[in-house]
Every structure is written in structure tokens, then in C-alpha cells.
């Protein structure tokens, strides 16, 4: 049972209705309900396969990309079904950014990659506003300092891997989205580099919405105001993060955080 279903669609970041997903025969998702509010860090746990990471791809549909792909019922975020013939994409994905799992720097410099998107969309823009909008991106991510003196350089070259992450954060930040999607954005990470961007993440906490799939409990125990457990498909207990972790509904919940299976 969501924790948010008093909500109207327009208060809501995410608003999934009887949503199901199958990658050819194979149903990955089965009836999914959920009110994601707006401005805060949900975070999304439950065993390998249990359909995390295949529902934050349908929020900016990039599983729409495989062919075999096909879904049914709707998601909304902030009032409006993203399953609309109307919708395109190029606009869904500048108000939805993603961080996956492994930084992905693009094989070109710091600038360009903070830019990319944001030359998309505004192809018209002078160097002046660029520069201005490219440091205000480092600086909320906290890398200003650290690459300003090195900005033409590939942002695969002398960064470390929290660094990289960081950098695919700022990259998304031009665009002014409203939400963050993060698929395990830490798991490539050392402790060190793992706590400098739950810390950055949850410094963006507010001014964006931000829906974060995790493997680790812990994480998501520290780093959300709401949770989500799904298990084979489905959502099993949606409700605030120290809630469910001190005192789940579902047994299987429970038996998930307990560590009997996953």
C-alpha cells in the first residue's frame, strides 16, 4: 500500500497505475501502483530481478529502446502520463535525468560533457551563458575546484571513479530537471567514494525529486525518506524508510532486510 495515496497526480514526482511490463513473454512487472511524492529521495530495494531497475527505466522509458519491450496501464509524473502518444522523448529525458550504475563519462572534455545536453535544447545559447551554467553544475557537485584549471580535458582522464559520478550528476543539472532516476549509483564505488555522494545526493534532496535503486540496505537506510520493496515483480510495501526497515508490514519484507533471502 503506498504511503502517499491521498495525493492528487499533480502533488506526486512518479504516479504508476496497474502498470505491467514484459520483455517478450516474460512479465517483469505485474500491476504496479505507486504515488512517489515530489522533493524527496525514495529509494527502491528488493532481491536481483525483482524489477527495480526495469521500473526506473520505464520512467523515462529507455526500455522502449529494446523491441521486444511492451507495457500497459501508466506512469505519471507531475500530472502527466509519460505513455502518451503525444509525449517525446527528447523532452521527457531533459526534465528526467539517469545516473546508471558505472560513471559514463562521454569520450569527449569536462566542458563538453557538462554541455551536451544543454546544447540539445538550447542550440542558440552564447559561450558566456554556457560558462556560466557549466560552473554553477561543478559547483553544486562540488567539483568546481578541482577541475576548473582542467576543462578542456577528456573527463575520462585523471578523475576518480566518485569523480566520474559526480560529473555524470552535474551533466544532468543544465537541463533543469525535476527528477533524478539513480540506478546503484554507488556500487562501483569505495566506502570513501560511496559516502561523498549519498552526501551530494542528499544535498540535491528538495530542489529535485530523486528515485534511487539500491542493493544496498544500508544505503537506502541512510539515504532516503521513503522506501520501496518489490519482490517477482511486484510492490510489496511502500511507506517511510525507517518505518520499513523497524517494523514491515509484510512478512516478506521482513524476511528480505533480516537477510533470509537475496
Sequence with gaps: MSATTHESAKDLAIQ???FNLWYGTFQALYDVNLDIKGGIITSLIGPSGCGKSTFLRSVNRINERLGYVRTNGSITLFGKNI???DVELSQLRKHVGMVFQRPNPLPIS???NILYGYR???????????EGIMEAALRKVLLWDKVKDKL????SVGLSLEEMQKLCIARLLPTNPTLLLMDEPCSALDPKGTAAVEELIWELRGEFSILIVTHNMAQARRASDECIFMLMGKVMEHTKT???FVNPAKKETADYIEGRYG
Excluded at 152 to 155: E, G, R, V, Y
Aim: glycine letters at 4%.
Design 242 to 244: 525507517e518505518d520499513l
Design 16 to 18: 504508476a497505475i496497474g
Design 120 to 130: 540539445i535544447h538550447n542550440p542558440n545559447a552564447n559561450k558566456s551563458e554556457e
Design 83 to 85: 505513455l502518451d502518444e
Design 110 to 112: 569536462i566542458r563538453d
Design 152 to 155: 578542456n580535458k577528456k573527463a
